[in-house]
């Protein structure tokens, strides 16, 4: 079979299933792990499948989701993990949020906080945060994408170098479970990159369903994390990543978050 029939092939069992593996493919097709690679290789730089570890998903229906529609997606369950992630944080203290309908619900849960310095690169952020108890609140230059009022680019990226806060805070659109933290737009993982890099703590947070997602751009790994914050319990692989690298698990909604000591 050649490449085209193999690749048409992969494209067919995606629309049945939602994943394939690279080895159920080898099998399948007969040829070697690095010839089916190279097959979701070419697919997913035409854009017709997104790359996870071992294997290949259908390309996520969240990439291209309304901003609005994402903000109701989980709703409950982003208030609680806020929640959470405003305990972790004290008042007169520095920290960075990155774009997301999460660091928004973040931002909700800080209002109540005093002497905060907060950058972001979310417009709807700032705006949140107006009006309240924040010392000061500082917005990142850079390209507006006007779809959810993220500020992406380079200009963004040099922004975040420029400082070091107490906290990072920042979001995600899929998470693997191998430990992978992962999001669409290679433009603003570059601004994610930079947020994390320059914190002394950084906090995910992410509900579960991400695990159910599929985004091309690795942002970080858990290793990389202090906390993650989410609302479910976390696939077994990638709670022993965590637990192996220190970062600690924290599930909003339960009577005792889920830690790892």
Same mark, same amino acid.
């Given at each position: 079979?050649?490449?085209?029939?193999?690749?048409?092939?992969?494209?067919?069992?995606?629309?049945?299933?939602?994943?394939? @593996?690279?080895?159920?493919?080898?099998?399948?097709?007969?040829? /070697?792990?690095?010839?089916?690679?190279? #097959?979701?290789?070419? &697919?997913?730089? =035409?854009?017709?499948?997104?790359?996870? %570890?071992?294997?290949?998903?259908?390309?996520?229906?969240?990439? /291209?989701?309304?901003?609005?529609?994402?903000?109701?997606?989980?709703?409950?369950?982003?208030?609680?993990?806020?929640?959470?992630?405003?305990?972790?944080?004290?008042?007169?203290?520095?920290?960075?949020?990155?774009?997301? +309908?999460?660091?928004?619900?973040?931002?909700?849960?800080? /209002?109540? %906080?005093?002497? &905060?310095?907060?950058?972001?690169?979310?417009?709807?952020?700032?705006?949140?945060?107006?009006?309240?108890?924040?010392? @000061?609140?500082?917005?990142?230059?850079?390209?507006?994408?006007?779809? #959810?009022?993220?500020?992406?680019?380079?200009?963004?990226?040099?922004?975040?170098? =420029?400082?070091?806060?107490?906290?990072?805070?920042?979001?995600?659109?899929? &998470?693997?479970?191998?430990?992978?933290?992962?999001? %669409?737009?290679? =433009?603003?993982?570059?601004?994610?990159?930079?947020?994390?890099?320059?914190?002394?703590?950084?906090?995910?947070?992410?509900?579960? /369903?991400?695990?159910?997602?599929?985004?091309?751009?690795?942002?970080?790994?858990?290793?990389?994390? #202090?906390?993650?914050?989410?609302?479910?319990?976390?696939?077994?692989?990638?709670?022993?990543?965590? %637990?192996?690298?220190?970062? =600690?698990?924290? +599930?909003?909604?339960?009577?005792?978050?889920?830690?790892?000591?």
């Amino acid at each position: 079979m050649d490449a085209s029939r193999r690749q048409n092939e992969i494209i067919t069992l995606l629309n049945r299933q939602d994943r394939v @593996e690279v080895e159920d493919l080898s099998r399948r097709f007969g040829v /070697s792990l690095q010839t089916v690679r190279a #097959d979701l290789r070419d &697919l997913s730089a =035409r854009g017709a499948l997104s790359r996870v %570890h071992g294997g290949a998903v259908r390309v996520s229906s969240a990439a /291209s989701q309304g901003y609005e529609d994402r903000r109701r997606l989980n709703a409950g369950n982003k208030l609680a993990m806020a929640a959470l992630a405003a305990e972790l944080i004290p008042d007169n203290c520095s920290l960075s949020l990155n774009i997301g +309908t999460s660091t928004e619900q973040v931002a909700r849960a800080l /209002s109540g %906080h005093s002497g &905060l310095t907060v950058m972001s690169n979310n417009i709807n952020i700032i705006n949140t945060m107006m009006g309240g108890q924040a010392k @000061e609140l500082i917005l990142a230059g850079g390209t507006v994408r006007q779809s #959810d009022g993220a500020i992406v680019g380079e200009d963004a990226v040099d922004f975040f170098a =420029r400082y070091k806060v107490d906290f990072a805070v920042i979001g995600a659109s899929a &998470l693997d479970a191998d430990g992978a933290v992962m999001d %669409h737009d290679a =433009r603003e993982v570059s601004v994610a990159r930079a947020i994390l890099k320059n914190a002394r703590q950084k906090v995910l947070v992410c509900d579960g /369903s991400k695990f159910d997602r599929s985004a091309p751009v690795r942002i970080c790994d858990v290793a990389d994390l #202090d906390v993650v914050i989410t609302d479910r319990p976390v696939p077994d692989e990638f709670a022993e990543a965590a %637990h192996a690298a220190g970062t =600690r698990i924290l +599930t909003a909604g339960q009577n005792e978050s889920s830690e790892n000591d």
